[in-house]
């Protein structure tokens, strides 16, 4: 497990920058904090360690936006927060799209989903320490 403080947004991102670096092709990672924690700070910052340079947003409303990166890898970005029924997930092939090996997930609110998200994963916890400090703890299942 690994630890990070973060004192502002862009330490943030840069810190998600350095982690999607080392983050292996097929991964699936599920972010972890309240709102306002700053998990599509972290997200902008993820997808730009990919080399995505289209502008990352809160996928609230969508469930899912995907993007690829300059080096052909795509990132999954889901945001389950409004999900109301785990029958939406099946809908949109969810599990395979997790499964994709030449893809990478970032699930935000993934315990909505506890019931179905792999057991090999990257989880990224971001806790909110003030209004400015934040911990962002990295955990290898
Ligand atoms: N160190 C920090 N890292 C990330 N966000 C921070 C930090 N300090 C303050 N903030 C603020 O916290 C909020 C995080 O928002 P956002 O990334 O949308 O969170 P979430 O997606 O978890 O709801 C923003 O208003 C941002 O300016
Ligand atoms: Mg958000």
Redesign the pocket.
């Known amino acids: 497990m690994e630890k990070y403080l973060?004192?502002?947004?862009n330490?943030?991102e840069k810190i998600a920058f350095n982690i999607a670096k080392s983050t292996p092709i097929g991964s699936v990672v599920e972010l972890i904090?309240?709102?306002?924690?700053?998990?599509?700070?972290?997200a902008k910052g993820f997808a730009k360690g990919l080399g995505i340079a289209d502008t990352i947003t809160?996928p609230t409303f969508a469930l899912l936006n995907s993007y690829v990166g300059d080096n052909g890898i795509k990132l999954n970005h889901f945001d389950l927060y409004r999900l109301e029924d785990i029958e939406e997930l099946f809908l949109l092939g969810f599990e395979e799209i997790l499964n994709s090996k030449n893809e990478i997930s970032l699930v935000?609110w993934p315990q909505i989903a506890e019931s179905i998200m792999p057991k090999h994963k990257i989880i990224i916890t971001?806790s909110k320490l003030s209004?400015?400090?934040?911990e962002i703890k990295v955990e290898h299942l």
Do not use: D, H, M, P
């Open positions: 973060s004192n502002s947004v330490e943030t904090g309240e709102l306002g924690a700053g998990k599509t700070a972290f809160s935000e971001i209004s400015t400090e934040r």
